[in-house]
């Protein structure tokens, strides 16, 4: 063990220098860390003594993360292997810039109205993306969303980790005070029934709207106890809106946000929806009216053998600040998984059916309100 420039112990593993804790949840601890041979920072999530010696986990694990690794998206955290270090199991990926969602939200930021669906976005651009490549993530959580003023980064996508219920009987401990994770999961997965067969996204689609009400409101949408009670005897849990912000809020985000989180499954909608919703909602926020722009659906693209990707496209520069760009200036869609450049976007010849694009720009991913 080392020790930090905090005083914290640090763990020795081979091949890294370990720089920093970055954070910690129940299955483990992650750090920054620089890699010895490649000179380059990433980061290392330490996993916990029960699940390290799980060979399911580690064979779930190993198999899935291998696959990660050929998505590619710019909201989206890499996975780059995962390697034994003694008795540790050791998942390594990129290492994202930024604080986790969860921290922001623990010093009792309620993110204005704008930048909260603009994080959704981005968020569910990611979630789309792999889905069309067949990846969820399967218990998102806010912890597993790193933010910047201009950058939003998913973690966990693809790896196929599964909620975890405690047995029947087994008081839910509140080891995370509010961010207890079950209080993000769908609640097929909490009553062990699993996502709907070929519609496993419905799930992650629940998680963004639970995690889009707690931006918006400053609190999640549910309570432990109602949690535990929907756990033991099924009772449905009651979606907490703070007294009077419910109006106050764009009405387009809270009708999508009590879609998302609906019991039902196939009420949630798909991403098409989801986007259409998102743009409404960012839509009223700045008062423009809607755009009539569309794209024709692509099939699903095939993920090729495992071989190198190409190199990653260079970070685009930030808006300037000052005065936000209009809605239909940028043309980051969920069909295009967030990339593209705008300037040149045109809306190619329909085809099919016809849905409306997701228009975010990095405007309003800047932080816009605190209050």
């Known amino acids: 063990m080392t020790q930090g420039n905090d005083g914290s112990s640090l763990p020795t593993i081979e091949g890294l220098r370990i720089i920093c804790e970055l954070g910690r949840s129940p299955r483990g601890i992650t750090y ?67 604080e986790p969602l969860t921290r922001a939200l623990q010093r009792n930021v309620r993110f204005g109205p704008e930048r909260a669906v603009a994080i959704a976005m981005r968020i569910g651009s990611a979630l789309s993306y792999a889905w069309r490549h067949g990846y969820v993530h399967g218990r998102l959580h806010p912890s597993d969303v790193i933010v910047t003023a201009d950058q939003v980064s998913v973690l966990g996508i693809a790896l196929g980790e599964k909620v975890e219920v405690p047995p029947p009987g087994t008081p839910i401990a509140d080891e995370v005070g509010r961010f207890n994770p079950l209080i993000y999961a769908a609640p097929e997965l909490l009553k062990g029934a699993g996502p709907p067969a070929g519609a496993e996204y419905l799930c992650d689609l629940y998680s963004l709207g639970a995690i889009l009400h707690h931006m918006l409101t400053g609190l999640p949408p549910f309570r432990t106890s109602a949690i535990e009670a929907f756990v033991r005897k099924g009772v449905q849990p009651a979606l907490v809106w703070p007294r009077d912000m419910e109006d106050k809020l764009p009405r387009n985000a809270v009708v999508l946000v009590e879609r998302l989180v609906r019991s039902d499954p196939a009420a949630r909608g798909s991403f098409e929806t989801l986007a259409d919703g998102l743009q409404a909602a960012l839509q009223e926020i700045r008062g423009i009216r809607p755009c009539v722009q569309a794209w024709a659906p692509e099939p699903p693209p095939v993920l090729p053998p495992v071989e190198p990707l190409p190199a990653r496209p260079a970070a685009q520069p930030a808006a300037a600040p000052g005065g936000e760009a209009p809605v239909d200036s940028a043309r980051a869609s969920f069909a295009a998984g967030g990339e593209g450049a705008e300037a040149s976007w045109r809306p190619p010849p329909m085809a099919g059916p016809v849905r409306r694009p997701l228009a975010v720009d990095a405007g309003a991913l800047r932080p816009v309100s605190y209050t």
């Open 32 to 98: 920054k860390a620089r890699r010895l041979l490649e000179q380059d920072i990433v980061a290392v999530k330490v996993f916990n003594d029960g699940l390290s010696r799980n060979a399911e986990f580690r064979e779930r694990l190993d198999r899935n993360a291998g696959l990660a690794f050929l998505l590619e998206h710019r909201a989206m955290v890499r996975t780059l292997g995962v390697f034994q270090d003694g008795d540790r199991l050791c998942l390594m990926m990129e290492y994202a810039p930024g």
